[in-house]
């Protein structure tokens, strides 16, 4: 009778002829096919550690989770990661764990107000607006689409406690002056850095991976983005009090900070009094936050332990292939304006965004309609401006929940006039190509 190691192997064996036969990407691009604006980029090894943790059954948070964490934290040079189910988790993790009273005088509370941008994907203000507080907005700079940093002064009032903010589709905002301006009044700084893994700000003197200025950083490993598990997001941080705090709101709000399947690290589990509770209740059912479950599971951190691997060569192809369409579109960037880099920074780019100029002689509509209708994916630029939609409706009618600080136009102008088409490693040289022809054509045959 053959043992565990034996038909492990084997079954290891069967899962590499799957892969190669049903999953390897053999596919030759021929002009039509369709182009995604992003996707998986995976190979054998993805699958075979997906089986492995199946076939150990642990099923929750365990070692692979503890591996994911450790890798992410060593490529950001951070102390702290977070595994969460979801990107936007992580944003609400991040954002809750500031409303803890146990910041003292620094504790997020109902009223307070954040310093954010319209022109975000939701769940970067969701939080905010959520839990009571007040997102107050500046507009972006195009063509960078980050938050114009001429504003901060005007917006900042003796409420403000944080400044919530995403790298634009891998660009950096201004960190050098945001985290200047945060610690000359105390604020929080989040880094949404959910569409940025890889990418990097001169700060200090120094280079920095984006995700390690911030006082806390947001991942997400959605299937488009740098990484995926699938499902998934990370919340970062250097900070120890925050960490504990972030893990709290995320494991249910309980105070106990032992990993999964291990009791008393403290060594106090049954000797300390919390709130009214007997002293020495357990430890592990002490609940200092009101929390959610928000974990991920080890399956999903065991396709992300083999994505890690493979993230340096990621990130470097999505700098390739944006650096391509920049180069070959300069010729036509009298209609359309091109994007371009913040100072200082080498991003890793999640897409290649661009905007329609005025009096171009077309719409933002009808170019995207004539790509799409090519089987070029594209996207909005997430919300255009976040302001519009319907979930604002009762905040605008009633002129409360928010605030603007001067006006909007370039994040409205983003909402009629910006998208932005694809730069992932399922790219190739012929697809770019393609997509290049097919907006020249549209651009001179007007």
């Not at 938050?147 to 003796?158: M, N, P, R, V």
């Not at 399956?299 to 070959?328: D, H, I, T």
Request: with cysteine; proline share 3%; aromatic share 14%.
């Amino acid at each position: 009778m053959r043992n565990e190691k034996e038909i492990k192997l084997q079954i290891q064996e069967l899962v590499k002829e799957y892969y190669k036969t049903f999953h390897a990407q053999t596919h030759v691009f021929h002009e039509g096919d369709k182009i995604n604006y992003s996707g998986r980029v995976y190979d054998e090894q993805e699958l075979l550690n997906l089986v492995d943790a199946a076939l150990e059954f642990w099923l929750t948070s365990g070692h692979y989770v503890q591996e994911f964490e450790k890798g992410l934290s060593d490529f950001l040079n951070v102390r702290h990661c977070s595994l969460v189910n979801s990107g936007s988790s992580a944003n609400l993790c991040a954002f809750m764990a500031l409303t803890s009273p146990q910041l003292k005088e620094r504790q997020i509370k109902k009223g307070d107000e954040v310093i954010a941008v319209a022109a975000a994907f939701p769940t970067t203000v969701a939080p905010i607006i959520q839990y009571g507080a007040v997102p107050v907005f500046i507009d972006v700079t195009i063509p960078e689409y980050n938050i114009d940093i001429s504003k901060l002064e005007q917006a900042w009032s003796e409420k403000t406690k944080a400044v919530f903010l995403a790298h634009t589709l891998g660009n950096p905002f201004d960190l050098q002056y945001i985290r200047d301006f945060c610690d000359k009044y105390q604020l929080w700084l989040i880094e949404d850095n959910c569409d940025a893994l890889g990418s990097k700000y001169y700060y200090n003197g120094e280079w920095h991976m984006t995700g390690t200025i911030g006082d806390l950083s947001t991942y997400s490993f959605y299937p488009p983005h740098h990484i995926t598990l699938g499902e998934g997001g990370a919340v970062c941080t250097n900070n120890t009090q925050l960490y504990r705090l972030v893990n709290s709101f995320r494991d249910w709000g309980r105070d106990c900070w032992c990993a999964s399947g291990v009791d008393d690290t403290c060594k106090h589990r049954y000797t300390q009094q919390f709130g009214e509770l007997p002293y020495g209740y357990d430890h592990k059912y002490v609940y200092s936050h009101f929390g959610y479950n928000l974990k991920s599971t080890d399956m999903q951190a065991s396709v992300g332990c083999a994505q890690l691997k493979k993230l340096p060569g990621f990130v470097m192809a999505r700098k390739e292939n944006w650096a391509y369409l920049k180069e070959r579109l300069k010729d036509v960037s009298d209609h359309i304006i091109l994007p371009e880099a913040v100072k200082n920074s080498d991003p890793s780019w999640f897409g290649f965004l661009m905007t329609v100029k005025e009096n171009a002689g077309f719409t933002r509509d009808d170019f995207v309609q004539f790509l799409e209708e090519r089987n070029i994916q594209t996207r909005l630029l997430f919300s255009g401006n976040y302001i519009k939609h319907p979930c604002f409706d009762e905040l605008r009618s009633s002129g409360t929940g928010y605030r603007v600080v001067g006006g909007l136009e370039n994040t409205d102008r983003i909402m009629r006039d910006s998208f932005w088409i694809g730069v992932y490693p399922g790219m190739n040289k012929a697809k770019l190509d393609y997509m290049i022809a097919a907006i020249k054509e549209f651009i001179n045959n007007l």
